[in-house]
């Protein structure tokens, strides 16, 4: 091994053995984020041969958190994050101090002092954005509403940690610790402790206020007017190269200047990218980088870790987890139900933000540092970190396993407060879902009651143009669509539409295929739209399928999966150039009025 390049030696052996674990857990349908902690802790110091750098590998998944807060801001409006603040905000206080108060009740049972007590269930308080996005990523739910709820509970956390970094130095002494003269907040606008509590409080809102509103007033002009600039050059590598500096920098120097966290600051560089049209090609510029980066977050994880330390202290551990897992949801779980969610959404919410990661550790490490918490403290938190992210996918999954439960009682439960009005036409056994839909939006939707229709799949460029075609030639269809956007132009429009992804098997099946008489396909995908043709024809044998492809590849592919139409898009591009050349009218290319 060589050890003169030791940024590379780590990356290179996180990335390979995360890969080589992760491929392996996934053989045995194990998720693979247990293989890639598996591989931190046998590249961290606690195991016995190579030894990575563990700063560096801590460093480097910083940076996969601002490049995931930053793709997640992309799909995030201001409007968005708002409209969950009537929830997100009280959650995410009352979860804090019940957590916290868990936390402070076990540190007393163990004999630490008061400020130990405050430290360690702060930390055990607040979950990890990287376990939390990914696990949303992985379902395709941030851009639901339990998604942005889940998000927008995350910043609010994010905020209180930022705010506790700042004022634990502060409090150390008055907590039975250790006064530092140097509060943690970092930048040219840190401020000495002898301005008192409520200076430092005051100073720390002010500066995230200032950010916030520089973001908004000075980086919403510029920020895309770079983008613009840059696009119109021409050059792929440079705009990829924009976006990423911009993430990265905008990040950096909020942590820098305004004493914000990294995460916060890419949330807000991507919330103002969103705005611009450009914002998709952005979000796919980063994303290569991003799926890397955040493994690298998993091994990292796995490098703090001593595996030994489950022997000397497995039942003040077991604690530990249980106010994690099972305090931290029954709290979130209250709290969303008071607001009159339903069971699934609260249950969901629980689940996502039963873990602690990142800021627990960095608390935790503050604690020790300022002599708040003894070492003790810090081996719970991480014992109880790496546990409750190997855990926190099986919650998912026993969401998964309760589901036909869960849909049973809502559908024998239809609240009235929580349902729409249902047409008359529903059967009764038709509105399982029906109540969830208002306000859980990845239930599997309710099912159409249609027959003899069109399925039309997408409503992009392509599948709006023939919807108004449909509709203007009255032939009944309905549309699935995943784009929360479109999905709202929609329905203002009247269209019977299914939200959700074609290619999941429920969704698909809500648009009623043996019932229908044609499937048009008009989404770029042609992996994804050979599998709904595969369900298509399996439902349904006689069923009509027009799909849409991009190269001669794609048009056999879907053929041989059973399509009986394929259309060629750049084939028919270049028969309008010709027709064009040749001076004879473009008859079918006219865009409707969508
Ligand atoms: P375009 O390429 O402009 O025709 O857009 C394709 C449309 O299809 C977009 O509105 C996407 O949101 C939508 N779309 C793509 N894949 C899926 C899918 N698997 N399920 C539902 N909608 C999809």
Redesign the pocket.
């Known amino acids: 091994m060589p050890h003169d390049t030791p940024l590379i030696a780590t990356i290179v052996a996180g990335l390979g053995l995360a890969f080589v674990f992760g491929a392996l857990a996934n053989r045995f349908r194990i998720p693979p984020l247990v293989g890639y902690l598996v591989a931190g802790v046998l590249v961290g110091p606690n195991t016995p041969g190579f030894v990575a750098d563990a700063g560096l590998a801590n460093e480097l998944a910083e940076i996969g958190v601002i490049l995931l807060m930053f793709g997640v801001g992309l799909h995030f409006s201001l409007k968005d994050l708002l409209s969950v603040r009537a929830i997100a905000v009280p959650g995410a206080i009352v979860q804090i101090g019940f957590a916290t108060a868990l936390g402070a009740g076990l540190s007393w049972m163990l004999g630490w002092s008061m400020g130990a007590g405050l430290v360690f269930g702060l930390a055990l308080s607040v979950a990890s954005t990287v376990v939390l996005l990914r696990a949303l990523q992985e379902r395709r739910m941030i851009e639901t509403e339990r998604g942005r709820i889940a998000v927008g509970w995350l910043i609010v956390e994010d905020l209180a940690m930022v705010l506790a970094l700042v004022l634990l130095p502060a409090l150390a002494g008055v907590l039975g610790g250790q006064e530092q003269a140097d509060a943690h907040a970092s930048g040219l606008l840190s401020l000495p402790v002898t301005y008192g509590i409520w200076g430092v409080v005051g100073m720390t809102l002010a500066k995230v206020a200032a950010f916030v509103v520089v973001m908004l007033v000075v980086g919403r002009r510029v920020i895309p007017w770079i983008l613009h600039y840059v696009a119109h050059t021409g050059s792929r590598e440079l705009f990829r190269l924009a976006v990423l500096a911009i993430a990265l920098g905008v990040a950096f120097g909020a942590a820098k200047l305004f004493g914000v966290s990294l995460a916060l600051g890419a949330f807000f560089a991507g919330m103002i990218m969103s705005e611009s049209e450009l914002s998709h090609r952005a979000a796919e510029e980063s994303l290569p980088l991003r799926d890397a980066f955040s493994v690298l977050f998993f091994v990292s994880v796995g490098m703090l870790f001593d595996p030994f330390s489950l022997l000397s202290n497995g039942l003040p551990i077991l604690a530990t987890l249980a106010i994690i897992i099972i305090g931290k949801s029954l709290a979130a779980f209250v709290i969303v139900r008071a607001f009159g969610y339903p069971l699934t959404t609260a249950l969901m919410i629980s689940a996502s933000l039963a873990q602690i990661g990142e800021f627990s550790f960095i608390l935790a490490e503050l604690g020790v540092g300022l002599k708040l918490l003894p070492e003790q403290g810090r081996d719970l938190v991480l014992a109880g970190a790496i546990l409750s992210i190997v855990l926190n996918p099986l919650m998912f999954l026993a969401l998964d396993w309760m589901k036909p439960w869960l849909d049973a009682r809502a559908a024998r439960k239809e609240t009235p407060d929580d349902a729409k009005p249902v047409g008359p036409a529903t059967a009764p056994g038709q509105v399982a879902s029906v109540a969830a839909a208002t306000k859980g939006e990845d239930d599997p939707p309710p099912r159409t009651t249609s027959a003899n229709h069109t399925i039309l ?8 143009l023939v919807g108004a075609a449909l509709k203007q030639a009255a032939l009944p269809f309905l549309v ?4 929360d ?2 999905l709202a132009r929609l329905k203002a429009d009247g269209v019977e539409t299914i939200s ?5 098997s429920e ?1 698909f099946a809500a648009a009623n295929p043996e019932g229908a008489s044609r499937l048009i396909l ?4 042609a992996f ?2 050979g599998q ?1 043709v595969l369900r298509a024809r399996a439902a349904n044998p006689g069923i009509n399928v027009i799909a ?1 492809a991009h190269s001669d590849a794609e048009v056999e592919h879907l053929k041989g999966l059973g399509a009986d139409t394929v259309i060629m898009g750049e084939r028919e591009i270049a028969r309008g150039i010709v027709e064009e050349v040749l001076g004879q009218k473009p008859e079918a290319a006219e865009p409707s009025a969508a």
């Open positions: 799949i997408g409503y992009g460029r392509v599948g709006n699935i669509e995943d784009g956007k479109t959700g992804n074609a290619a999941n969704v008009a989404i770029p995908n994804e739209a709904i849409r």
